[in-house]
């Protein structure tokens, strides 16, 4: 038997106008902001206009420990959100937009797969609607006017060795990680160590995916931390007056883009903030849009559970104040065969025993959802070469959990794969079953904010770190930081922080390396291991591949 | 008297829906590719079919040696294209699109002035329709996989010392000008020195501004030499196999913006390379396009006539096989002044002997420019503190030049002030008496070109070059790159290389710093003095002030 690839199902796409989509939505024409006929920005001023509207139902697509399998976490997002329109419900989905740079190194492209793909995939993984060049912009145009502070005589005392702020580029390239710029002479500045990150790592990504508008913004800007003084007082992007042109060159990346999936339901693609160093969420505003605009939304995390459903409720439900009203949770019989112990290239043959054997990784992601007060239920998400034998397995499992898996075919049907998913996820979201409440409260001491995700949602048994980042941390709450939420940067491969240690590990240690005050997004980061922010390029790139065929088409991107 | 700003009067310009600006020029609606409502892509196919229609009438803007007074070629070109349309004729205007970096430095936006602009001016002087940023990636993909090469094993045997192909950013920031790169250890490369020059300098800038379609693209982009072997022979961006991969990333950069102007006029605004290193016109393509669309097409090239319409018509008319049916010289009293030795501060008293005395360096330029065989015209670009006797000075010297100079006050009041123009104009269009022929044949040994533009341009004695660089210069003529023609990068503000020597020298020398090959633009570039390819902030830089008003408008961007 034969598939065809995501590119010739997404070529095959019956598109409607973008137009015809907002309509559905309830947004006029005017509002809409088109670019091409199947993408467009929904405008400040209609968004704005919403206010006081009710909200829909919010639905959290998240997914066990990521294994080299793949689960198919966007794939089921849009399937979901085609199942429930399909029932007859009046759903949207919100997803992250694509990094450009990794689509040319090896990653394949983050629009979903087979037949639940959101269109039109080829600009979703280029250029898009420009976003992602707009916050390069902004964060680049703050790291000149730093140096050019310094040029002109560095009145704000800056000490050119603590310049926290670096370039980025969304593009992998291992040779700008360690730099060193202003050489040659006098009237290029002076020399020091910098780097770049990719675009998605940039702060000014995660400030986008958590304003609420365009005052949110700036402000959010403005309390970036720069740099600090020989005394160790911080220096802010405000400091340096960038805050108001980098609002002006986000003012278009701040307004959703809107465009379809391949049955044409509404699609929300917008920020795609890393999931490691920084929260790994859909933007609020998009997500906020959506609510009001339908009945149910269904988002998604960064990475498994532990990492991404954490961060979506603790980060960015506690700072948006909405509530999920139902969780799936989205695992592959073959990402169960990885967690217990297979090697990928021996993920074909029936296992059932090494199904039963990763599961447990499965039910931790289940309990620590269910810990968050909000009802789950399992997607798995039907792979063409799994047994029945090894589907009943996981289905048992999880009813010996106390919840429910469902079999899922939106990857090979589209939404008539999910429907039965969908209706149960209309039903929890439906039943008033949510008591979401986060992890931890505002004013628990920083510290113990880190220890408590680390024992309740990682099982570890300790934290450890050493005088210098408990001082830190103390520091910050003198500051008045003390209130943030905690960003986890570890390994999403693992609960632990060891990316081998699969399934359900307890009894490990969480040791934290280095943490990052990320002021403007309002965070502090907790960096357990190494965290790579500058991709490189694989020896043979999948770039070498991509090209314009004789009909005008991009081959090779996916 | 006061004057409203030019972002007041864009603000209150009545707009017209994209689409219909498209329908006057025969764009079906299908064939525009919308960015909101105000901006269109046209698509390539519709540019495909165009194949075979007659061209209309090809108008060059240029200007005399640009002084700090301003000269305002954008406005001209805006004005008479209004002008065209006012008395009846079928007109659109070609102008280059805005460098974002610049605009948060000093740079005022390159969409005209006063009643004579091209909207919306706030987003053609930020990320527009993309273009650039397409570039930015294009460019700075094909730098990370020479880095990429070497580091997975060097199979082409690069030379580190001699990579040519540095990196991009659409910013000033001069603290990029001069880095080093892959420092930090083994997982980051071969530590050597690098940089970045600004987005419009970028080679790839040059040849998207000259390709016809996206295949003569591809073959342009492969062509481009990005380092040499020990042994000096060159690689190729086809070596790296970044060729396709570029293509796909400009494929919408490639397609020609339309826009309008406050008098609903259609503009195509595409393309923007440095008018030093690179030939300064706007892309071929759009130029192109137009003439198939208009009767009368009207556009400008960088700086003055000396660099700017030599390019136009040695580099980009020779390679587009298109020709000037008549050209307008753009002047203004202040800058005749200025020429004459008056200072700035100093231009407002009526000071008819120094505009008399600064003639002469408009002489020269309807002199070159009658050389090549097109009709002239010169526009006096009328500013509020002009006199009669000053503009009447202007008129008489060009009259005794066997030209005409026509006063316009398109600034004023927009295409009205210019239907004096645009009828003179149109007269010498449509007469004929254009038999343009380039200053030199492509046969000439490169050297010679050099020279012929040197004496014959700038009425330069000699060209000084030293021994390695006629070597240079025979040894591309030997690899096949003879026939290229010049692209002469000197200052602006001089026929001399000198900047400090206005009016109209003689008897000067030019020396040769150093010449380049652009293998994938097509021309070789002839760099006499400082050619500064990424420019630093100012000590206020304009940024400081650029933010968006309670209005949600942007405010110091002008």
Do not use: W
């Given at each position: 038997m034969s598939y065809k690839s995501d590119i010739e199902i997404a070529r095959e796409a019956n598109k409607k106008p973008i137009q015809e989509i907002g309509a559905r939505l309830g947004i006029g024409a005017d509002h809409l902001l088109p670019y091409g006929h199947d993408k467009a920005k929904v405008s400040q001023d209609f968004i704005a206009g919403l206010n006081g509207h009710e909200n829909g139902k919010l639905i959290l697509v998240t997914a066990i420990n990521p294994t080299p399998a793949g689960e198919g976490k966007t794939t089921t997002t849009v399937g979901l959100g085609d199942g429930l329109n399909r029932i007859g419900k009046n759903a949207a989905i919100c997803i992250r937009e694509a990094s450009l740079g990794p689509c040319f190194g090896m990653k394949g492209g983050a629009a979903g797969g087979g037949y639940a793909q959101v269109v039109p995939m080829e600009e979703m993984?280029?250029?898009?609607?420009?976003?992602?060049?707009?916050?390069?912009s902004a964060h680049n145009l703050l790291s000149a006017m730093i140096d050019n502070h310094i040029y002109w005589g560095n009145e704000l005392e800056i000490d050119e060795r603590r310049i926290v702020w670096r370039?980025?580029?969304?593009?992998?390239?291992?040779?700008?990680?360690?730099?060193?710029?202003?050489?040659?002479g006098v009237a290029n500045g002076f020399p020091r160590q910098g780097g770049f990150d990719i675009t998605v790592a940039s702060e000014v990504m995660a400030i986008l995916c958590?304003?609420?508008?365009?005052?949110?913004?700036?402000?959010?800007?403005?309390?970036?931390?720069?740099?600090?003084?020989?005394?160790?007082?911080?220096?802010?992007?405000?400091?340096?007056?960038?805050?108001?042109?980098?609002?002006?060159?986000?003012?278009?990346?701040?307004?959703?883009?809107?465009?379809?999936?391949?049955?044409?339901?509404?699609?929300?693609?917008?920020?795609?903030?890393?999931?490691?160093?920084?929260?790994?969420?859909?933007?609020?505003?998009?997500?906020?849009?959506?609510?009001?605009?339908?009945d149910y939304v269904v988002t998604e995390a960064g990475f498994g559970a532990d990492l991404g459903a954490e961060?979506?409720?603790?980060?960015?439900?506690?700072k948006a104040g909405i509530a999920p009203d139902a969780v799936v949770i989205v695992a592959t019989v073959r990402a169960m065969k990885m967690n217990g112990g297979v090697a990928k290239a021996d993920l074909g043959p029936e296992n059932v025993e090494a199904v039963q054997k990763g599961c447990p990784n499965?039910?931790?992601?289940?309990?620590?959802?269910?810990?968050?007060?909000?009802?789950?239920?399992?997607?798995?998400?039907?792979?063409?070469?799994?047994?029945?034998?090894?589907?009943?397995?996981?289905?048992?499992y999880v009813a010996s959990q106390g919840s429910e898996a469902i079999l899922c075919r939106h990857w090979e049907k589209g939404g008539e794969g999910a429907e039965e998913l969908a209706t149960r996820v209309a039903e929890l979201a439906d039943g008033g079953w949510s008591h979401f409440a986060p992890l931890y409260p505002d004013d628990m001491p920083l510290f113990e904010k880190v220890e408590t995700i680390a024992k309740r949602i990682y099982h570890a048994d300790e934290v450890l770190a050493d005088k210098k980042i408990r001082d830190q941390l103390r520091e910050w709450e003198?500051?008045?930081?003390?209130?943030?939420?905690?960003?986890?940067?570890?390994?999403?491969?693992?609960?632990?922080?060891?990316?081998?240690?699969?399934?359900?590990p307890t009894g490990h240690s969480v040791p934290v390396r280095e943490v990052r005050l990320s002021a403007g997004a309002g965070f502090i980061v907790v960096i357990c291991g190494e965290i790579m922010t500058m991709p490189g390029l694989p020896r043979h790139p999948s770039a070498e591949a991509i090209m314009l065929n004789e009909a005008g088409e991009v081959e090779g991107l996916f």
């Open positions: 993984n280029l250029h898009f609607t420009g976003d992602f060049h707009a916050i390069t370039r980025v580029m969304d593009m992998n390239d291992r040779a700008l990680r360690d730099i060193v710029v202003s050489l040659g958590l304003a609420d508008d365009l005052d949110d913004l700036r402000k959010r800007l403005g309390d970036i931390i720069v740099a600090y003084r020989r005394d160790r007082t911080p220096i802010y992007a405000r400091d340096i007056k960038a805050d108001g042109a980098m609002t002006v060159l986000l003012k278009d990346a701040m307004q959703p883009n809107l465009v379809q999936t391949l049955e044409n339901n509404p699609a929300f693609v917008h920020g795609g903030p890393f999931a490691n160093i920084a929260h790994g969420c859909n933007s609020v505003i998009a997500t906020k849009t959506a609510l009001k605009l339908a961060k979506f409720f603790d980060i960015k439900c506690r499965l039910g931790r992601h289940i309990a620590n959802v269910k810990g968050f007060g909000v009802p789950v239920v399992v997607a798995i998400n039907h792979f063409v070469t799994d047994t029945e034998a090894e589907i009943q397995a996981v289905k048992d003198k500051a008045g930081y003390g209130h943030l939420p905690i960003c986890m940067a570890k390994t999403q491969y693992s609960f632990s922080t060891d990316p081998n240690l699969r399934g359900a």
